[in-house]
């Protein structure tokens, strides 16, 4: 077996040349391909890790409540008229001047004289005062609420008045509202829920002793008024005070329930400005000047209602 013989000498250079060339164009093929493969790679996007966004919800922004009135200082609170029974204060409210509405809330004064207005309005400003006390009697002043509006602390509500804002006979008209109203900021009182009111309907000669949810509590016969002096009707009010006056001789020691509702048609009565009461009476026959004559029974389920319990004429 023969071996291959070796190359010549120009045999070498021409194996070293085309073998250079070989390898240059190989590593030449490489470089070209690693370029294409660097360069594919840089403009080949970088993927990005998907972020999950959560859009805030937007805080709804409070529309602020109303101003109410600032509190008159005291003596600005003096130099009012004061709203009691005999006064006749012209700038109070009465039904036609109002929606009234049972709100089942009594209202006690926190203060000697609270502030009365003609309107809710945060520029309003007072027309009388209403006193934590019962004039002549003494006794604490309690009254029903009829409305409320929206306002910073707590608002306005509409509250019933002992007094008139006119009297039977005025400016020619024979007949007057039995009841008003006022305004007044409910920061000045301390509320408190009832679930009874007092009706008595004229259509019917009853007084009843009715729960919120409309049950009858109590009811009887009572003898009214006449067409001459008649006991209020359309008319809301509130119990004002629940009394024994021994200077009241028929009522025979009974106690006397005071409405803050007045005749219609008596501009006074009995010394007074026609007051309307609900109170005993001996005889269980006859009519009165307006009042309610009622039974000793109903006298004492109304001295267990709380003061300032509304009152609604029909």
Request: with cysteine; net charge negative; charged share 15%.
């Amino acid at each position: 077996m023969t071996e291959p013989s070796a190359p010549q000498q120009g045999d070498r250079r021409r194996w070293w040349i085309v073998g250079a060339g070989a390898l240059a164009v190989v590593v030449a093929a490489a470089t070209v391909a690693w370029s294409l493969t660097d360069s594919g790679r840089e403009a080949r996007p970088t993927p990005t890790a998907a972020v999950a966004t959560t859009t805030p919800t937007p805080t709804p922004s409070r529309t602020p409540l109303p101003a109410v009135p600032d509190r008159p200082s005291d003596e600005a609170l003096a130099a009012l008229p004061l709203a009691f029974h005999d006064a006749v204060i012209g700038q109070l409210l009465d039904g036609s001047q109002v929606d009234a509405r049972n709100q089942w809330t009594t209202a006690t004064p926190k203060a000697p004289l609270v502030p009365l207005y003609a309107a809710p309005d945060a520029d309003a400003a007072p027309v009388a005062t209403l006193s934590s006390s019962v004039s002549t009697i003494n006794t604490p002043t309690a009254t029903a609420v009829w409305g409320r509006s929206a306002g910073e602390d707590g608002g306005m509500v509409l509250v019933s008045t002992p007094s008139r804002n006119r009297t039977p006979g005025d400016g020619g008209v024979a007949e007057a509202p039995s009841s008003t109203f006022a305004w007044a900021r409910a920061a000045d009182f301390t509320l408190a829920g009832t679930d009874r009111e007092v009706r008595v309907d004229n259509a019917t000669g009853t007084i009843a002793i009715v729960h919120r949810d409309g049950t009858v509590e109590t009811s009887e016969t009572a003898r009214l008024g006449t067409p001459d002096d008649p006991t209020p009707a359309a008319t809301k009010t509130y119990m004002e005070a629940n009394y024994v006056d021994p200077q009241v001789p028929y009522t025979q020691g009974h106690p006397i329930a005071l409405t803050g509702a007045h005749s219609s048609k008596l501009a006074g009565y009995g010394g007074n400005a026609a007051l309307t009461a609900l109170h005993f009476y001996p005889d269980p026959t006859g009519s009165s000047h307006g009042c309610v004559r009622i039974t000793a029974a109903m006298t004492d389920a109304l001295a267990e209602l709380p003061i300032g319990t509304p009152i609604e004429f029909t």
